[in-house]
């Protein structure tokens, strides 16, 4: 196991100094969970922008904080990796939760959440015959979940990267599986609508961006697991996305894949922008197998919708072969339902 990065005893002291003023270290207690923009932290704060962003840019420029851009906003939120992040984070244990500053720091916090989550439900009434619609043809998530567990076992998961998180539901599922989780999606409606429902669900270890299934935002950083949740079918080039993601897989890191087996329903390629109308099983193994993955369980769940005929999901596990699990280690036998 990789030793815990460090600082040299020059760069703490930097890093506390950065830390030692009043408004840096409020940003520091907003951030620690929560990735929020300039505006946002200026309500919080109730600071104007500009002194907003002089601390924001000190804070970041000695690694307490991590920025990224997302269209014309930027977000910042305390580096998850970073050994500045850490111990800004660790700050954390020393401070009265109950001060007064804190306490009204949360208070406004909790209003930018809620602010997001009516923008959030807003986007989906909008858009509420589409979700319904294709969200009735999925299968349960209860089912999705129990299936997970199955063919993950009930470790612990380091790192988890979601392509195509949407709503970013199958980290609120894994969220307590997980240390830290990446969702990423092309839509920045969708990445909205996630941090939203994230937020409410108090998620704290997840962080979200936009990003490309074939250009991922990994900067070098590799995961123990990678999930596709029914993303493939929107894909011109599935092979493609399946070896992108397998390039962001640690030494014995596991890949999901989790889509629809082939079907009839046309109307979710003339309506739906489904390009594909499913993945036989064998296709999704050829995938596996030509990013370099040993296919570890294969699982297949019908829907109950009346209205598909009964659609099935397909659950595909492949796993990294630089460090297969022990021989003892028994994946169960996985039939189809």
């Avoid at 907003?30 to 946002?40: F, G, P």
């Avoid at 007064?100 to 009434?125: Q, S, W």
């Avoid at 380091?158 to 307590?176: F, K, S, Y």
């Avoid at 009346?306 to 990294?320: S, Y």
């Amino acid at each position: 196991m990789a030793s815990a990065p460090t600082l040299d005893f020059e760069r703490i002291v930097d890093v506390l100094k950065a830390l030692a003023e009043p408004t840096r270290l409020r940003l520091a207690m907003v951030l620690k969970s929560c990735d929020l923009t300039v505006s946002e932290l200026t309500t919080i704060l109730g600071q104007s922008q500009p002194r907003i962003s002089r601390h924001l840019k000190l804070m970041s420029e000695c690694g307490v904080l991590e920025r990224y851009q997302e269209g014309a906003f930027a977000y910042f939120r305390v580096a998850d990796r970073h050994p500045a992040g850490i111990l800004a984070r660790s700050l954390e244990t020393g401070i009265e939760v109950d001060d007064a500053i804190i306490r009204k720091d949360r208070e406004r916090l909790e209003e930018v959440r809620a602010d997001r989550a009516r923008r959030a439900a807003d986007y989906f009434a909008r858009n509420a015959e589409h979700w319904d619609k294709i969200r009735a043809l999925h299968v349960p998530d209860a089912e999705i979940a129990a299936a997970l567990d199955r063919v993950l076992g009930k470790q612990r998961i380091g790192t988890m990267l979601d392509i195509g998180t949407g709503t970013g539901r199958m980290m609120e599922m894994l969220a307590n599986r997980c240390e830290r989780m990446l969702g990423v999606d092309t839509s920045r409606e969708m990445i909205s609508a996630a941090r939203a429902k994230l937020d409410d669900a108090k998620v704290k270890n997840a962080q979200l961006r936009v990003g490309d299934a074939y250009n991922l935002p990994a900067n070098g950083e590799t995961y123990d697991l990678v999930v596709l949740h029914q993303v493939l079918h929107y894909l011109d080039e599935p092979m493609r996305a399946v070896r992108e993601a397998s390039s962001v897989l640690a030494p014995g890191g596991r890949l999901v894949i989790v889509d629809f087996a082939p079907h009839e329903m046309e109307f979710l390629r003339t309506e739906h922008a489904h390009l594909r109308l499913g993945f036989p099983e064998d296709s999704l193994k050829s995938f596996l197998d030509e990013a370099g993955l040993e296919t570890r369980a294969v699982e297949h769940l019908r829907s109950g919708a009346a209205e598909t005929g009964g659609l099935t999901v397909t659950i595909c596990i492949g796993q990294d072969r630089r460090m297969l699990l022990a021989p003892d280690e028994v994946y169960p036998s996985m039939a189809v339902a």
